[in-house]
């Protein structure tokens, strides 16, 4: 067991508190100290219902948010690498509902009614949204590999022009919000021809609002662009966003097209691998964040529920015990700006801890002010010394919960092997070219540094540093690197350089300004003929000793 539960930061203490693990220690906080607040000051009807224990202990989930026609359920069939019921695909708005692509050991379909009853799935609150939504609502089962390290959601085609003007019958906007504070992943996508953001969009943008860590945006279809239009439609791309998100941080985004067909334009097939491989890290690393994202929600949800907490006890002290109770309450939802700068002052709460105040000017108009609770400070308390004592427990129980036992990352479908064989990324370029040839491939080009080498006056065979130096410089690589190349070609770290050495390091600045990373250790295959060991050599001379 772990050293800290003997005290009052976690494990047993003196609730009688026990966690095993740390997903059964952010639900029994929850339970115990943030649920009694909520259900106190009717958090879960102005905010977000209850959690439950599926919502602890569910896959990490990726949520997937775009025009129709923007690839979103062919990219989930670019990563599962095969179809899944459901699965539909077309130029037209083709996915009119939410289907969660969920592992389960038999393929086939759960429809929204029956799904949102089932206690292991983390949707039994959708229920609220109505037969509207839940008719609109399936979750896909197959045995994939992908599906057993994360699940996916994938959600009806944002509509623009006239379409979008057609009532759902649910609140959109409401479910997406929903969806984001619950999964781990928010990818936007969008097509690069079809950059526009309709209204409907930028609603359900706005709906990620405090998500803003969770979103990643990816430009599809990139490849039926050349060069010069990919530049502008990206430069496109982020000022359209930038209307809407409005932080000061840059989002990701990620070029590429993800499905399996031929690229049209392969002149920047290149950087449409390296961009594929670093949407697949990110992904792959969501079930080894899983557990700090789920604290990290649960402290952004306790941070709310006092701020409310403040509100409502706030609106309850300032209401007239008899007479005049409607034109008050009137008054304070006007006033209600003017009330959070109070409370921000009074309880030393950050501005951005606050609800939006449109929202809640809404929201209040459908409730009693006299029959809201007064301020029960033990509430309010119990959840500060939560955040102050046993959050930096969990921390720690995280942390030895991974050492000991890493979460395992994402695998199978299009993520197996993407990083191995000779279709890898990288593969046989730049530091790794030659790797699986039998020549030495700094000898293609020896001939033209045996010239410059022989021009620097080698006494012995051999250049030092100083004159050496002058001709590495010419390449206008910082001092930095150069020291690095230095060691990396001075094999015998004599501070000299022979003419094998002096054409490594020309290769090695080669290999640089060709924009690829140097690596820490010479690779074997670079090691130049005269410096490898002879292994057999070596071999005998160690038996003629003994």
């Keep these: ?28 906080l929850y339970t115990k100290k943030i649920l009694p607040l909520e ?21 990490p989930m990726v949520l997937l948010v775009g025009q129709y026609s923007t690839g979103k359920t062919t990219f989930i069939r670019y990563l599962l690498e095969q179809d899944f019921p459901g699965m539909r695909i077309g130029p037209e708005p083709t996915t009119d509902g939410f289907i969660a692509v969920m592992y389960g050991e038999n393929e086939g379909v759960v429809p929204g009614n029956a799904l949102v009853v089932d206690p292991k799935k983390p949707f039994r609150k959708l229920n609220a949204f109505g037969n509207s939504f839940l008719n609109r609502l399936i979750c896909s089962q197959i045995p994939n590999q992908v599906l057993r390290g994360i699940s996916i959601i994938d959600t009806p085609g944002i509509l623009s022009g006239e379409k979008q003007r057609i009532s759902r019958g649910y609140d959109f906007s ?29 609603e359900a943008i706005k709906a990620f609002r405090g998500q803003d860590d969770k979103i990643r945006v990816v430009l599809n279809k990139a490849d039926q662009v050349d060069s010069q239009q990919l530049m502008r439609v990206y430069g496109a791309l982020m000022w359209s966003l930038g209307k809407v998100i409005n932080t000061p941080e840059v989002v990701r985004v990620y070029l590429g097209s993800f499905w399996s067909k031929p690229l049209r334009n392969t002149e920047n097939r290149r950087l ?86 449109v929202k809640m000017q809404e929201q209040l108009q459908h409730y009693d002010f006299s029959k809201f609770p007064s301020l029960k400070m033990k509430l309010i308390e119990s959840v500060d010394k939560m955040l102050a004592n046993k959050i930096s427990g969990l921390m ?46 700094v000898s293609h080009d020896k001939h033209k540094y045996d010239e410059i080498f022989y021009s620097l006056n080698p006494i012995n065979g051999k250049i030092s540093g100083v004159n050496a130096k002058k001709e590495m410089m010419s390449s206008r690589l910082p001092n930095t690197v150069l020291g690095k190349i230095w060691k990396l070609a001075d094999c015998d770290k004599d501070g000299m350089l022979d003419d094998e050495e002096f054409a490594l390091a020309q290769h090695l600045i080669k290999v640089k300004l060709e924009g690829y990373e140097l690596p820490t250790e010479l690779p074997q295959h670079l090691v130049p003929p005269a410096h490898r060991k002879n292994e057999v050599a070596d071999i005998l001379y160690n038996h003629d000793a003994d």
């Design 272 to 357: 449409f691998e390296a961009e594929t491989q670093d949407l697949f890290k990110d992904i792959q690393g969501l079930p080894r964040n899983a557990a700090l994202r789920k604290l990290n929600d649960l402290i952004k949800r306790a941070r709310l529920a006092k701020v409310h907490a403040y509100i409502i006890s706030y609106l309850k002290k300032e209401m007239p015990s008899l007479f005049g109770k409607e034109k008050k309450k009137e008054e304070l939802i006007m006033r209600l700006p003017e009330i959070y700068t109070i409370l921000q002052r009074e309880h030393h709460i950050s501005a951005g801890d606050f609800p939006n105040v």
């Design 39 to 59: 259900e106190t000051y009717l958090f879960h009807d102005f905010h977000s219902p209850a959690l439950e224990a599926a919502d602890f202990q569910s896959k």
């Design 1 to 28: 067991m772990f050293s800290w539960v003997n005290n009052e930061q976690g494990g047993r203490n003196k609730d009688g508190e026990m966690y095993q693990t740390v997903t059964e220690g952010l639900q029994q």
């Design 174 to 202: 409401e479910v997406l919000r929903w969806f984001g504070e619950r999964v781990d992943r928010i990818i936007l996508l969008f097509d690069a021809h079809k950059l526009d953001i309709s209204d409907e969009f930028s």
């Design 396 to 441: 720690t129980m995280i942390r030895d919960e991974e050492s000991k036992a890493p979460p395992a990352m994402v695998s199978g479908g299009a993520f197996e092997g993407s990083q191995d064989g000779p279709f890898g990324q990288g593969y046989g370029e730049g530091i790794s070219a030659g790797s699986d040839c039998d020549d030495w491939i």
